[in-house]
């Protein structure tokens, strides 16, 4: 695996893989000094041309934790501002002699052809493209799901320094993904990986927030949240952020009012209370409380959404260490013998 751009195509094996060396990291990450020597004398840059805090830090984070050297690149007043071209962007970090490049634009594809454009020759990483792909907020989900959902179903007990549900995908698994998916990369990426991991997928949202073409996706599709928490029974829930920035307006004409969409599409302690009691709530941040999520909801016990950025920081020096390291065998022994 050179670059990771994307989870279609992405194996069951590669998936599993990279879910088991999280497991191992994150083992790592519990001890007093949480620093491999890994990744020593590698540089990764993360190239962020949207904002995002929460998936920048979680990025640079894991690097430092692997002990690259880890140079933050932001378009805004930087000389992307003043009009150079990715291309020309690409060229300055390939003289640098970057490693890995983490890449989030707001145009889909351009980590595409970041990566296969022949400017760059580091591994590069999509960290959020447009509307298009968000790999490694789905594999942390998935990484997240089979750590509390499959010993409940009886699948793996968990092995020590790995995880729960070690070498296990997903399968048997019930979740439902719920709102904004029309504009929701993490959406697209979550229902190729899911159900590569064998996992049944229902999306629910309004009619005006579901993609065109959606019927071709490996999963159901649902506009009514009540009808799907009583018959499907999910074991994890993963509401979706209403993504106004992405909207022509406040509502952009997706739905009435913010008070319509949470009473038909908002999780709130009383659909809380209709989910089975090993039911799990996602969301992948940052959210709007009051509106997609009460607070009860998210604050409740069963959700796992504060686990989710932790899980994210495992999983993101999995990958890091997978695609610029290689050899998974190694961390269970020298890399915690170092420590």
């Excluded at 991991?197 to 949202?205: C, D, H, I, R, Y």
Aim: hydrophobic share 45%; charged share 20%; glycine share 10%.
């Amino acid at each position: 695996m050179k670059h990771l751009l994307t989870t279609r195509g992405l194996s069951r094996a590669d998936a599993i893989r990279i879910l088991d060396t999280a497991g191992q990291m994150a083992a790592t990450q519990s001890r007093e000094i949480k620093k491999l020597p890994t990744l020593r004398g590698r540089t990764v840059v993360n190239l962020f041309f949207e904002d995002s805090t929460r998936t920048r830090i979680s990025f640079e984070t894991a690097a430092k934790r692997l002990s690259a050297d880890v140079i933050n690149f932001s378009a805004k007043g930087s000389s992307v501002s003043k009009g150079e071209s990715l291309k020309d962007t690409a060229l300055t970090l390939q003289a640098m002699g970057a490693d890995a490049v983490v890449i989030r634009h707001q145009a889909s594809g351009a980590p595409h052809t970041l990566a296969h454009a022949g400017w760059v020759e580091a591994a590069v990483i999509n960290a959020g493209d447009g509307m298009h792909q968000h790999p490694t907020q789905a594999l942390l989900d998935a990484y997240t799901m089979r750590r509390h959902l499959m010993p409940r179903v009886g699948r793996g007990v968990g092995v020590p320094g790995v995880g729960a549900g070690a070498g296990l995908d997903l399968a048997g698994v019930r979740v439902a993904i719920v709102g904004d998916v029309l504009h929701s990369r993490v959406a697209r990426s979550n229902v190729q990986l899911l159900h590569t991991l064998g996992a049944q997928v229902t999306l629910v949202a309004p009619p005006t927030l579901v993609p065109v073409g959606v019927e071709a996706w490996p999963c159901e599709v649902s506009y009514h949240l009540d009808e799907v928490l009583v018959d499907l029974q999910p074991d994890a829930v993963m509401m979706l952020r209403v993504q106004r920035e992405r909207m022509s307006s406040a509502g952009g004409g997706f739905f009435p009012s913010p008070l319509e969409y949470t009473r038909n599409y908002g999780l709130d302690a009383v659909r809380l209370g209709l989910l089975p009691e090993h039911a799990i709530v996602m969301h992948p941040g940052p959210m709007n409380r009051g509106l997609e999520i009460s607070a009860e909801a998210a604050d409740s016990p069963r959700a796992v959404i504060v686990e989710q950025v932790a899980n994210g920081v495992a999983v993101r020096m999995a990958v890091l260490y997978l695609l610029l390291a290689g050899d998974v065998s190694q961390v269970g022994s020298h890399e915690r013998a170092s420590l």
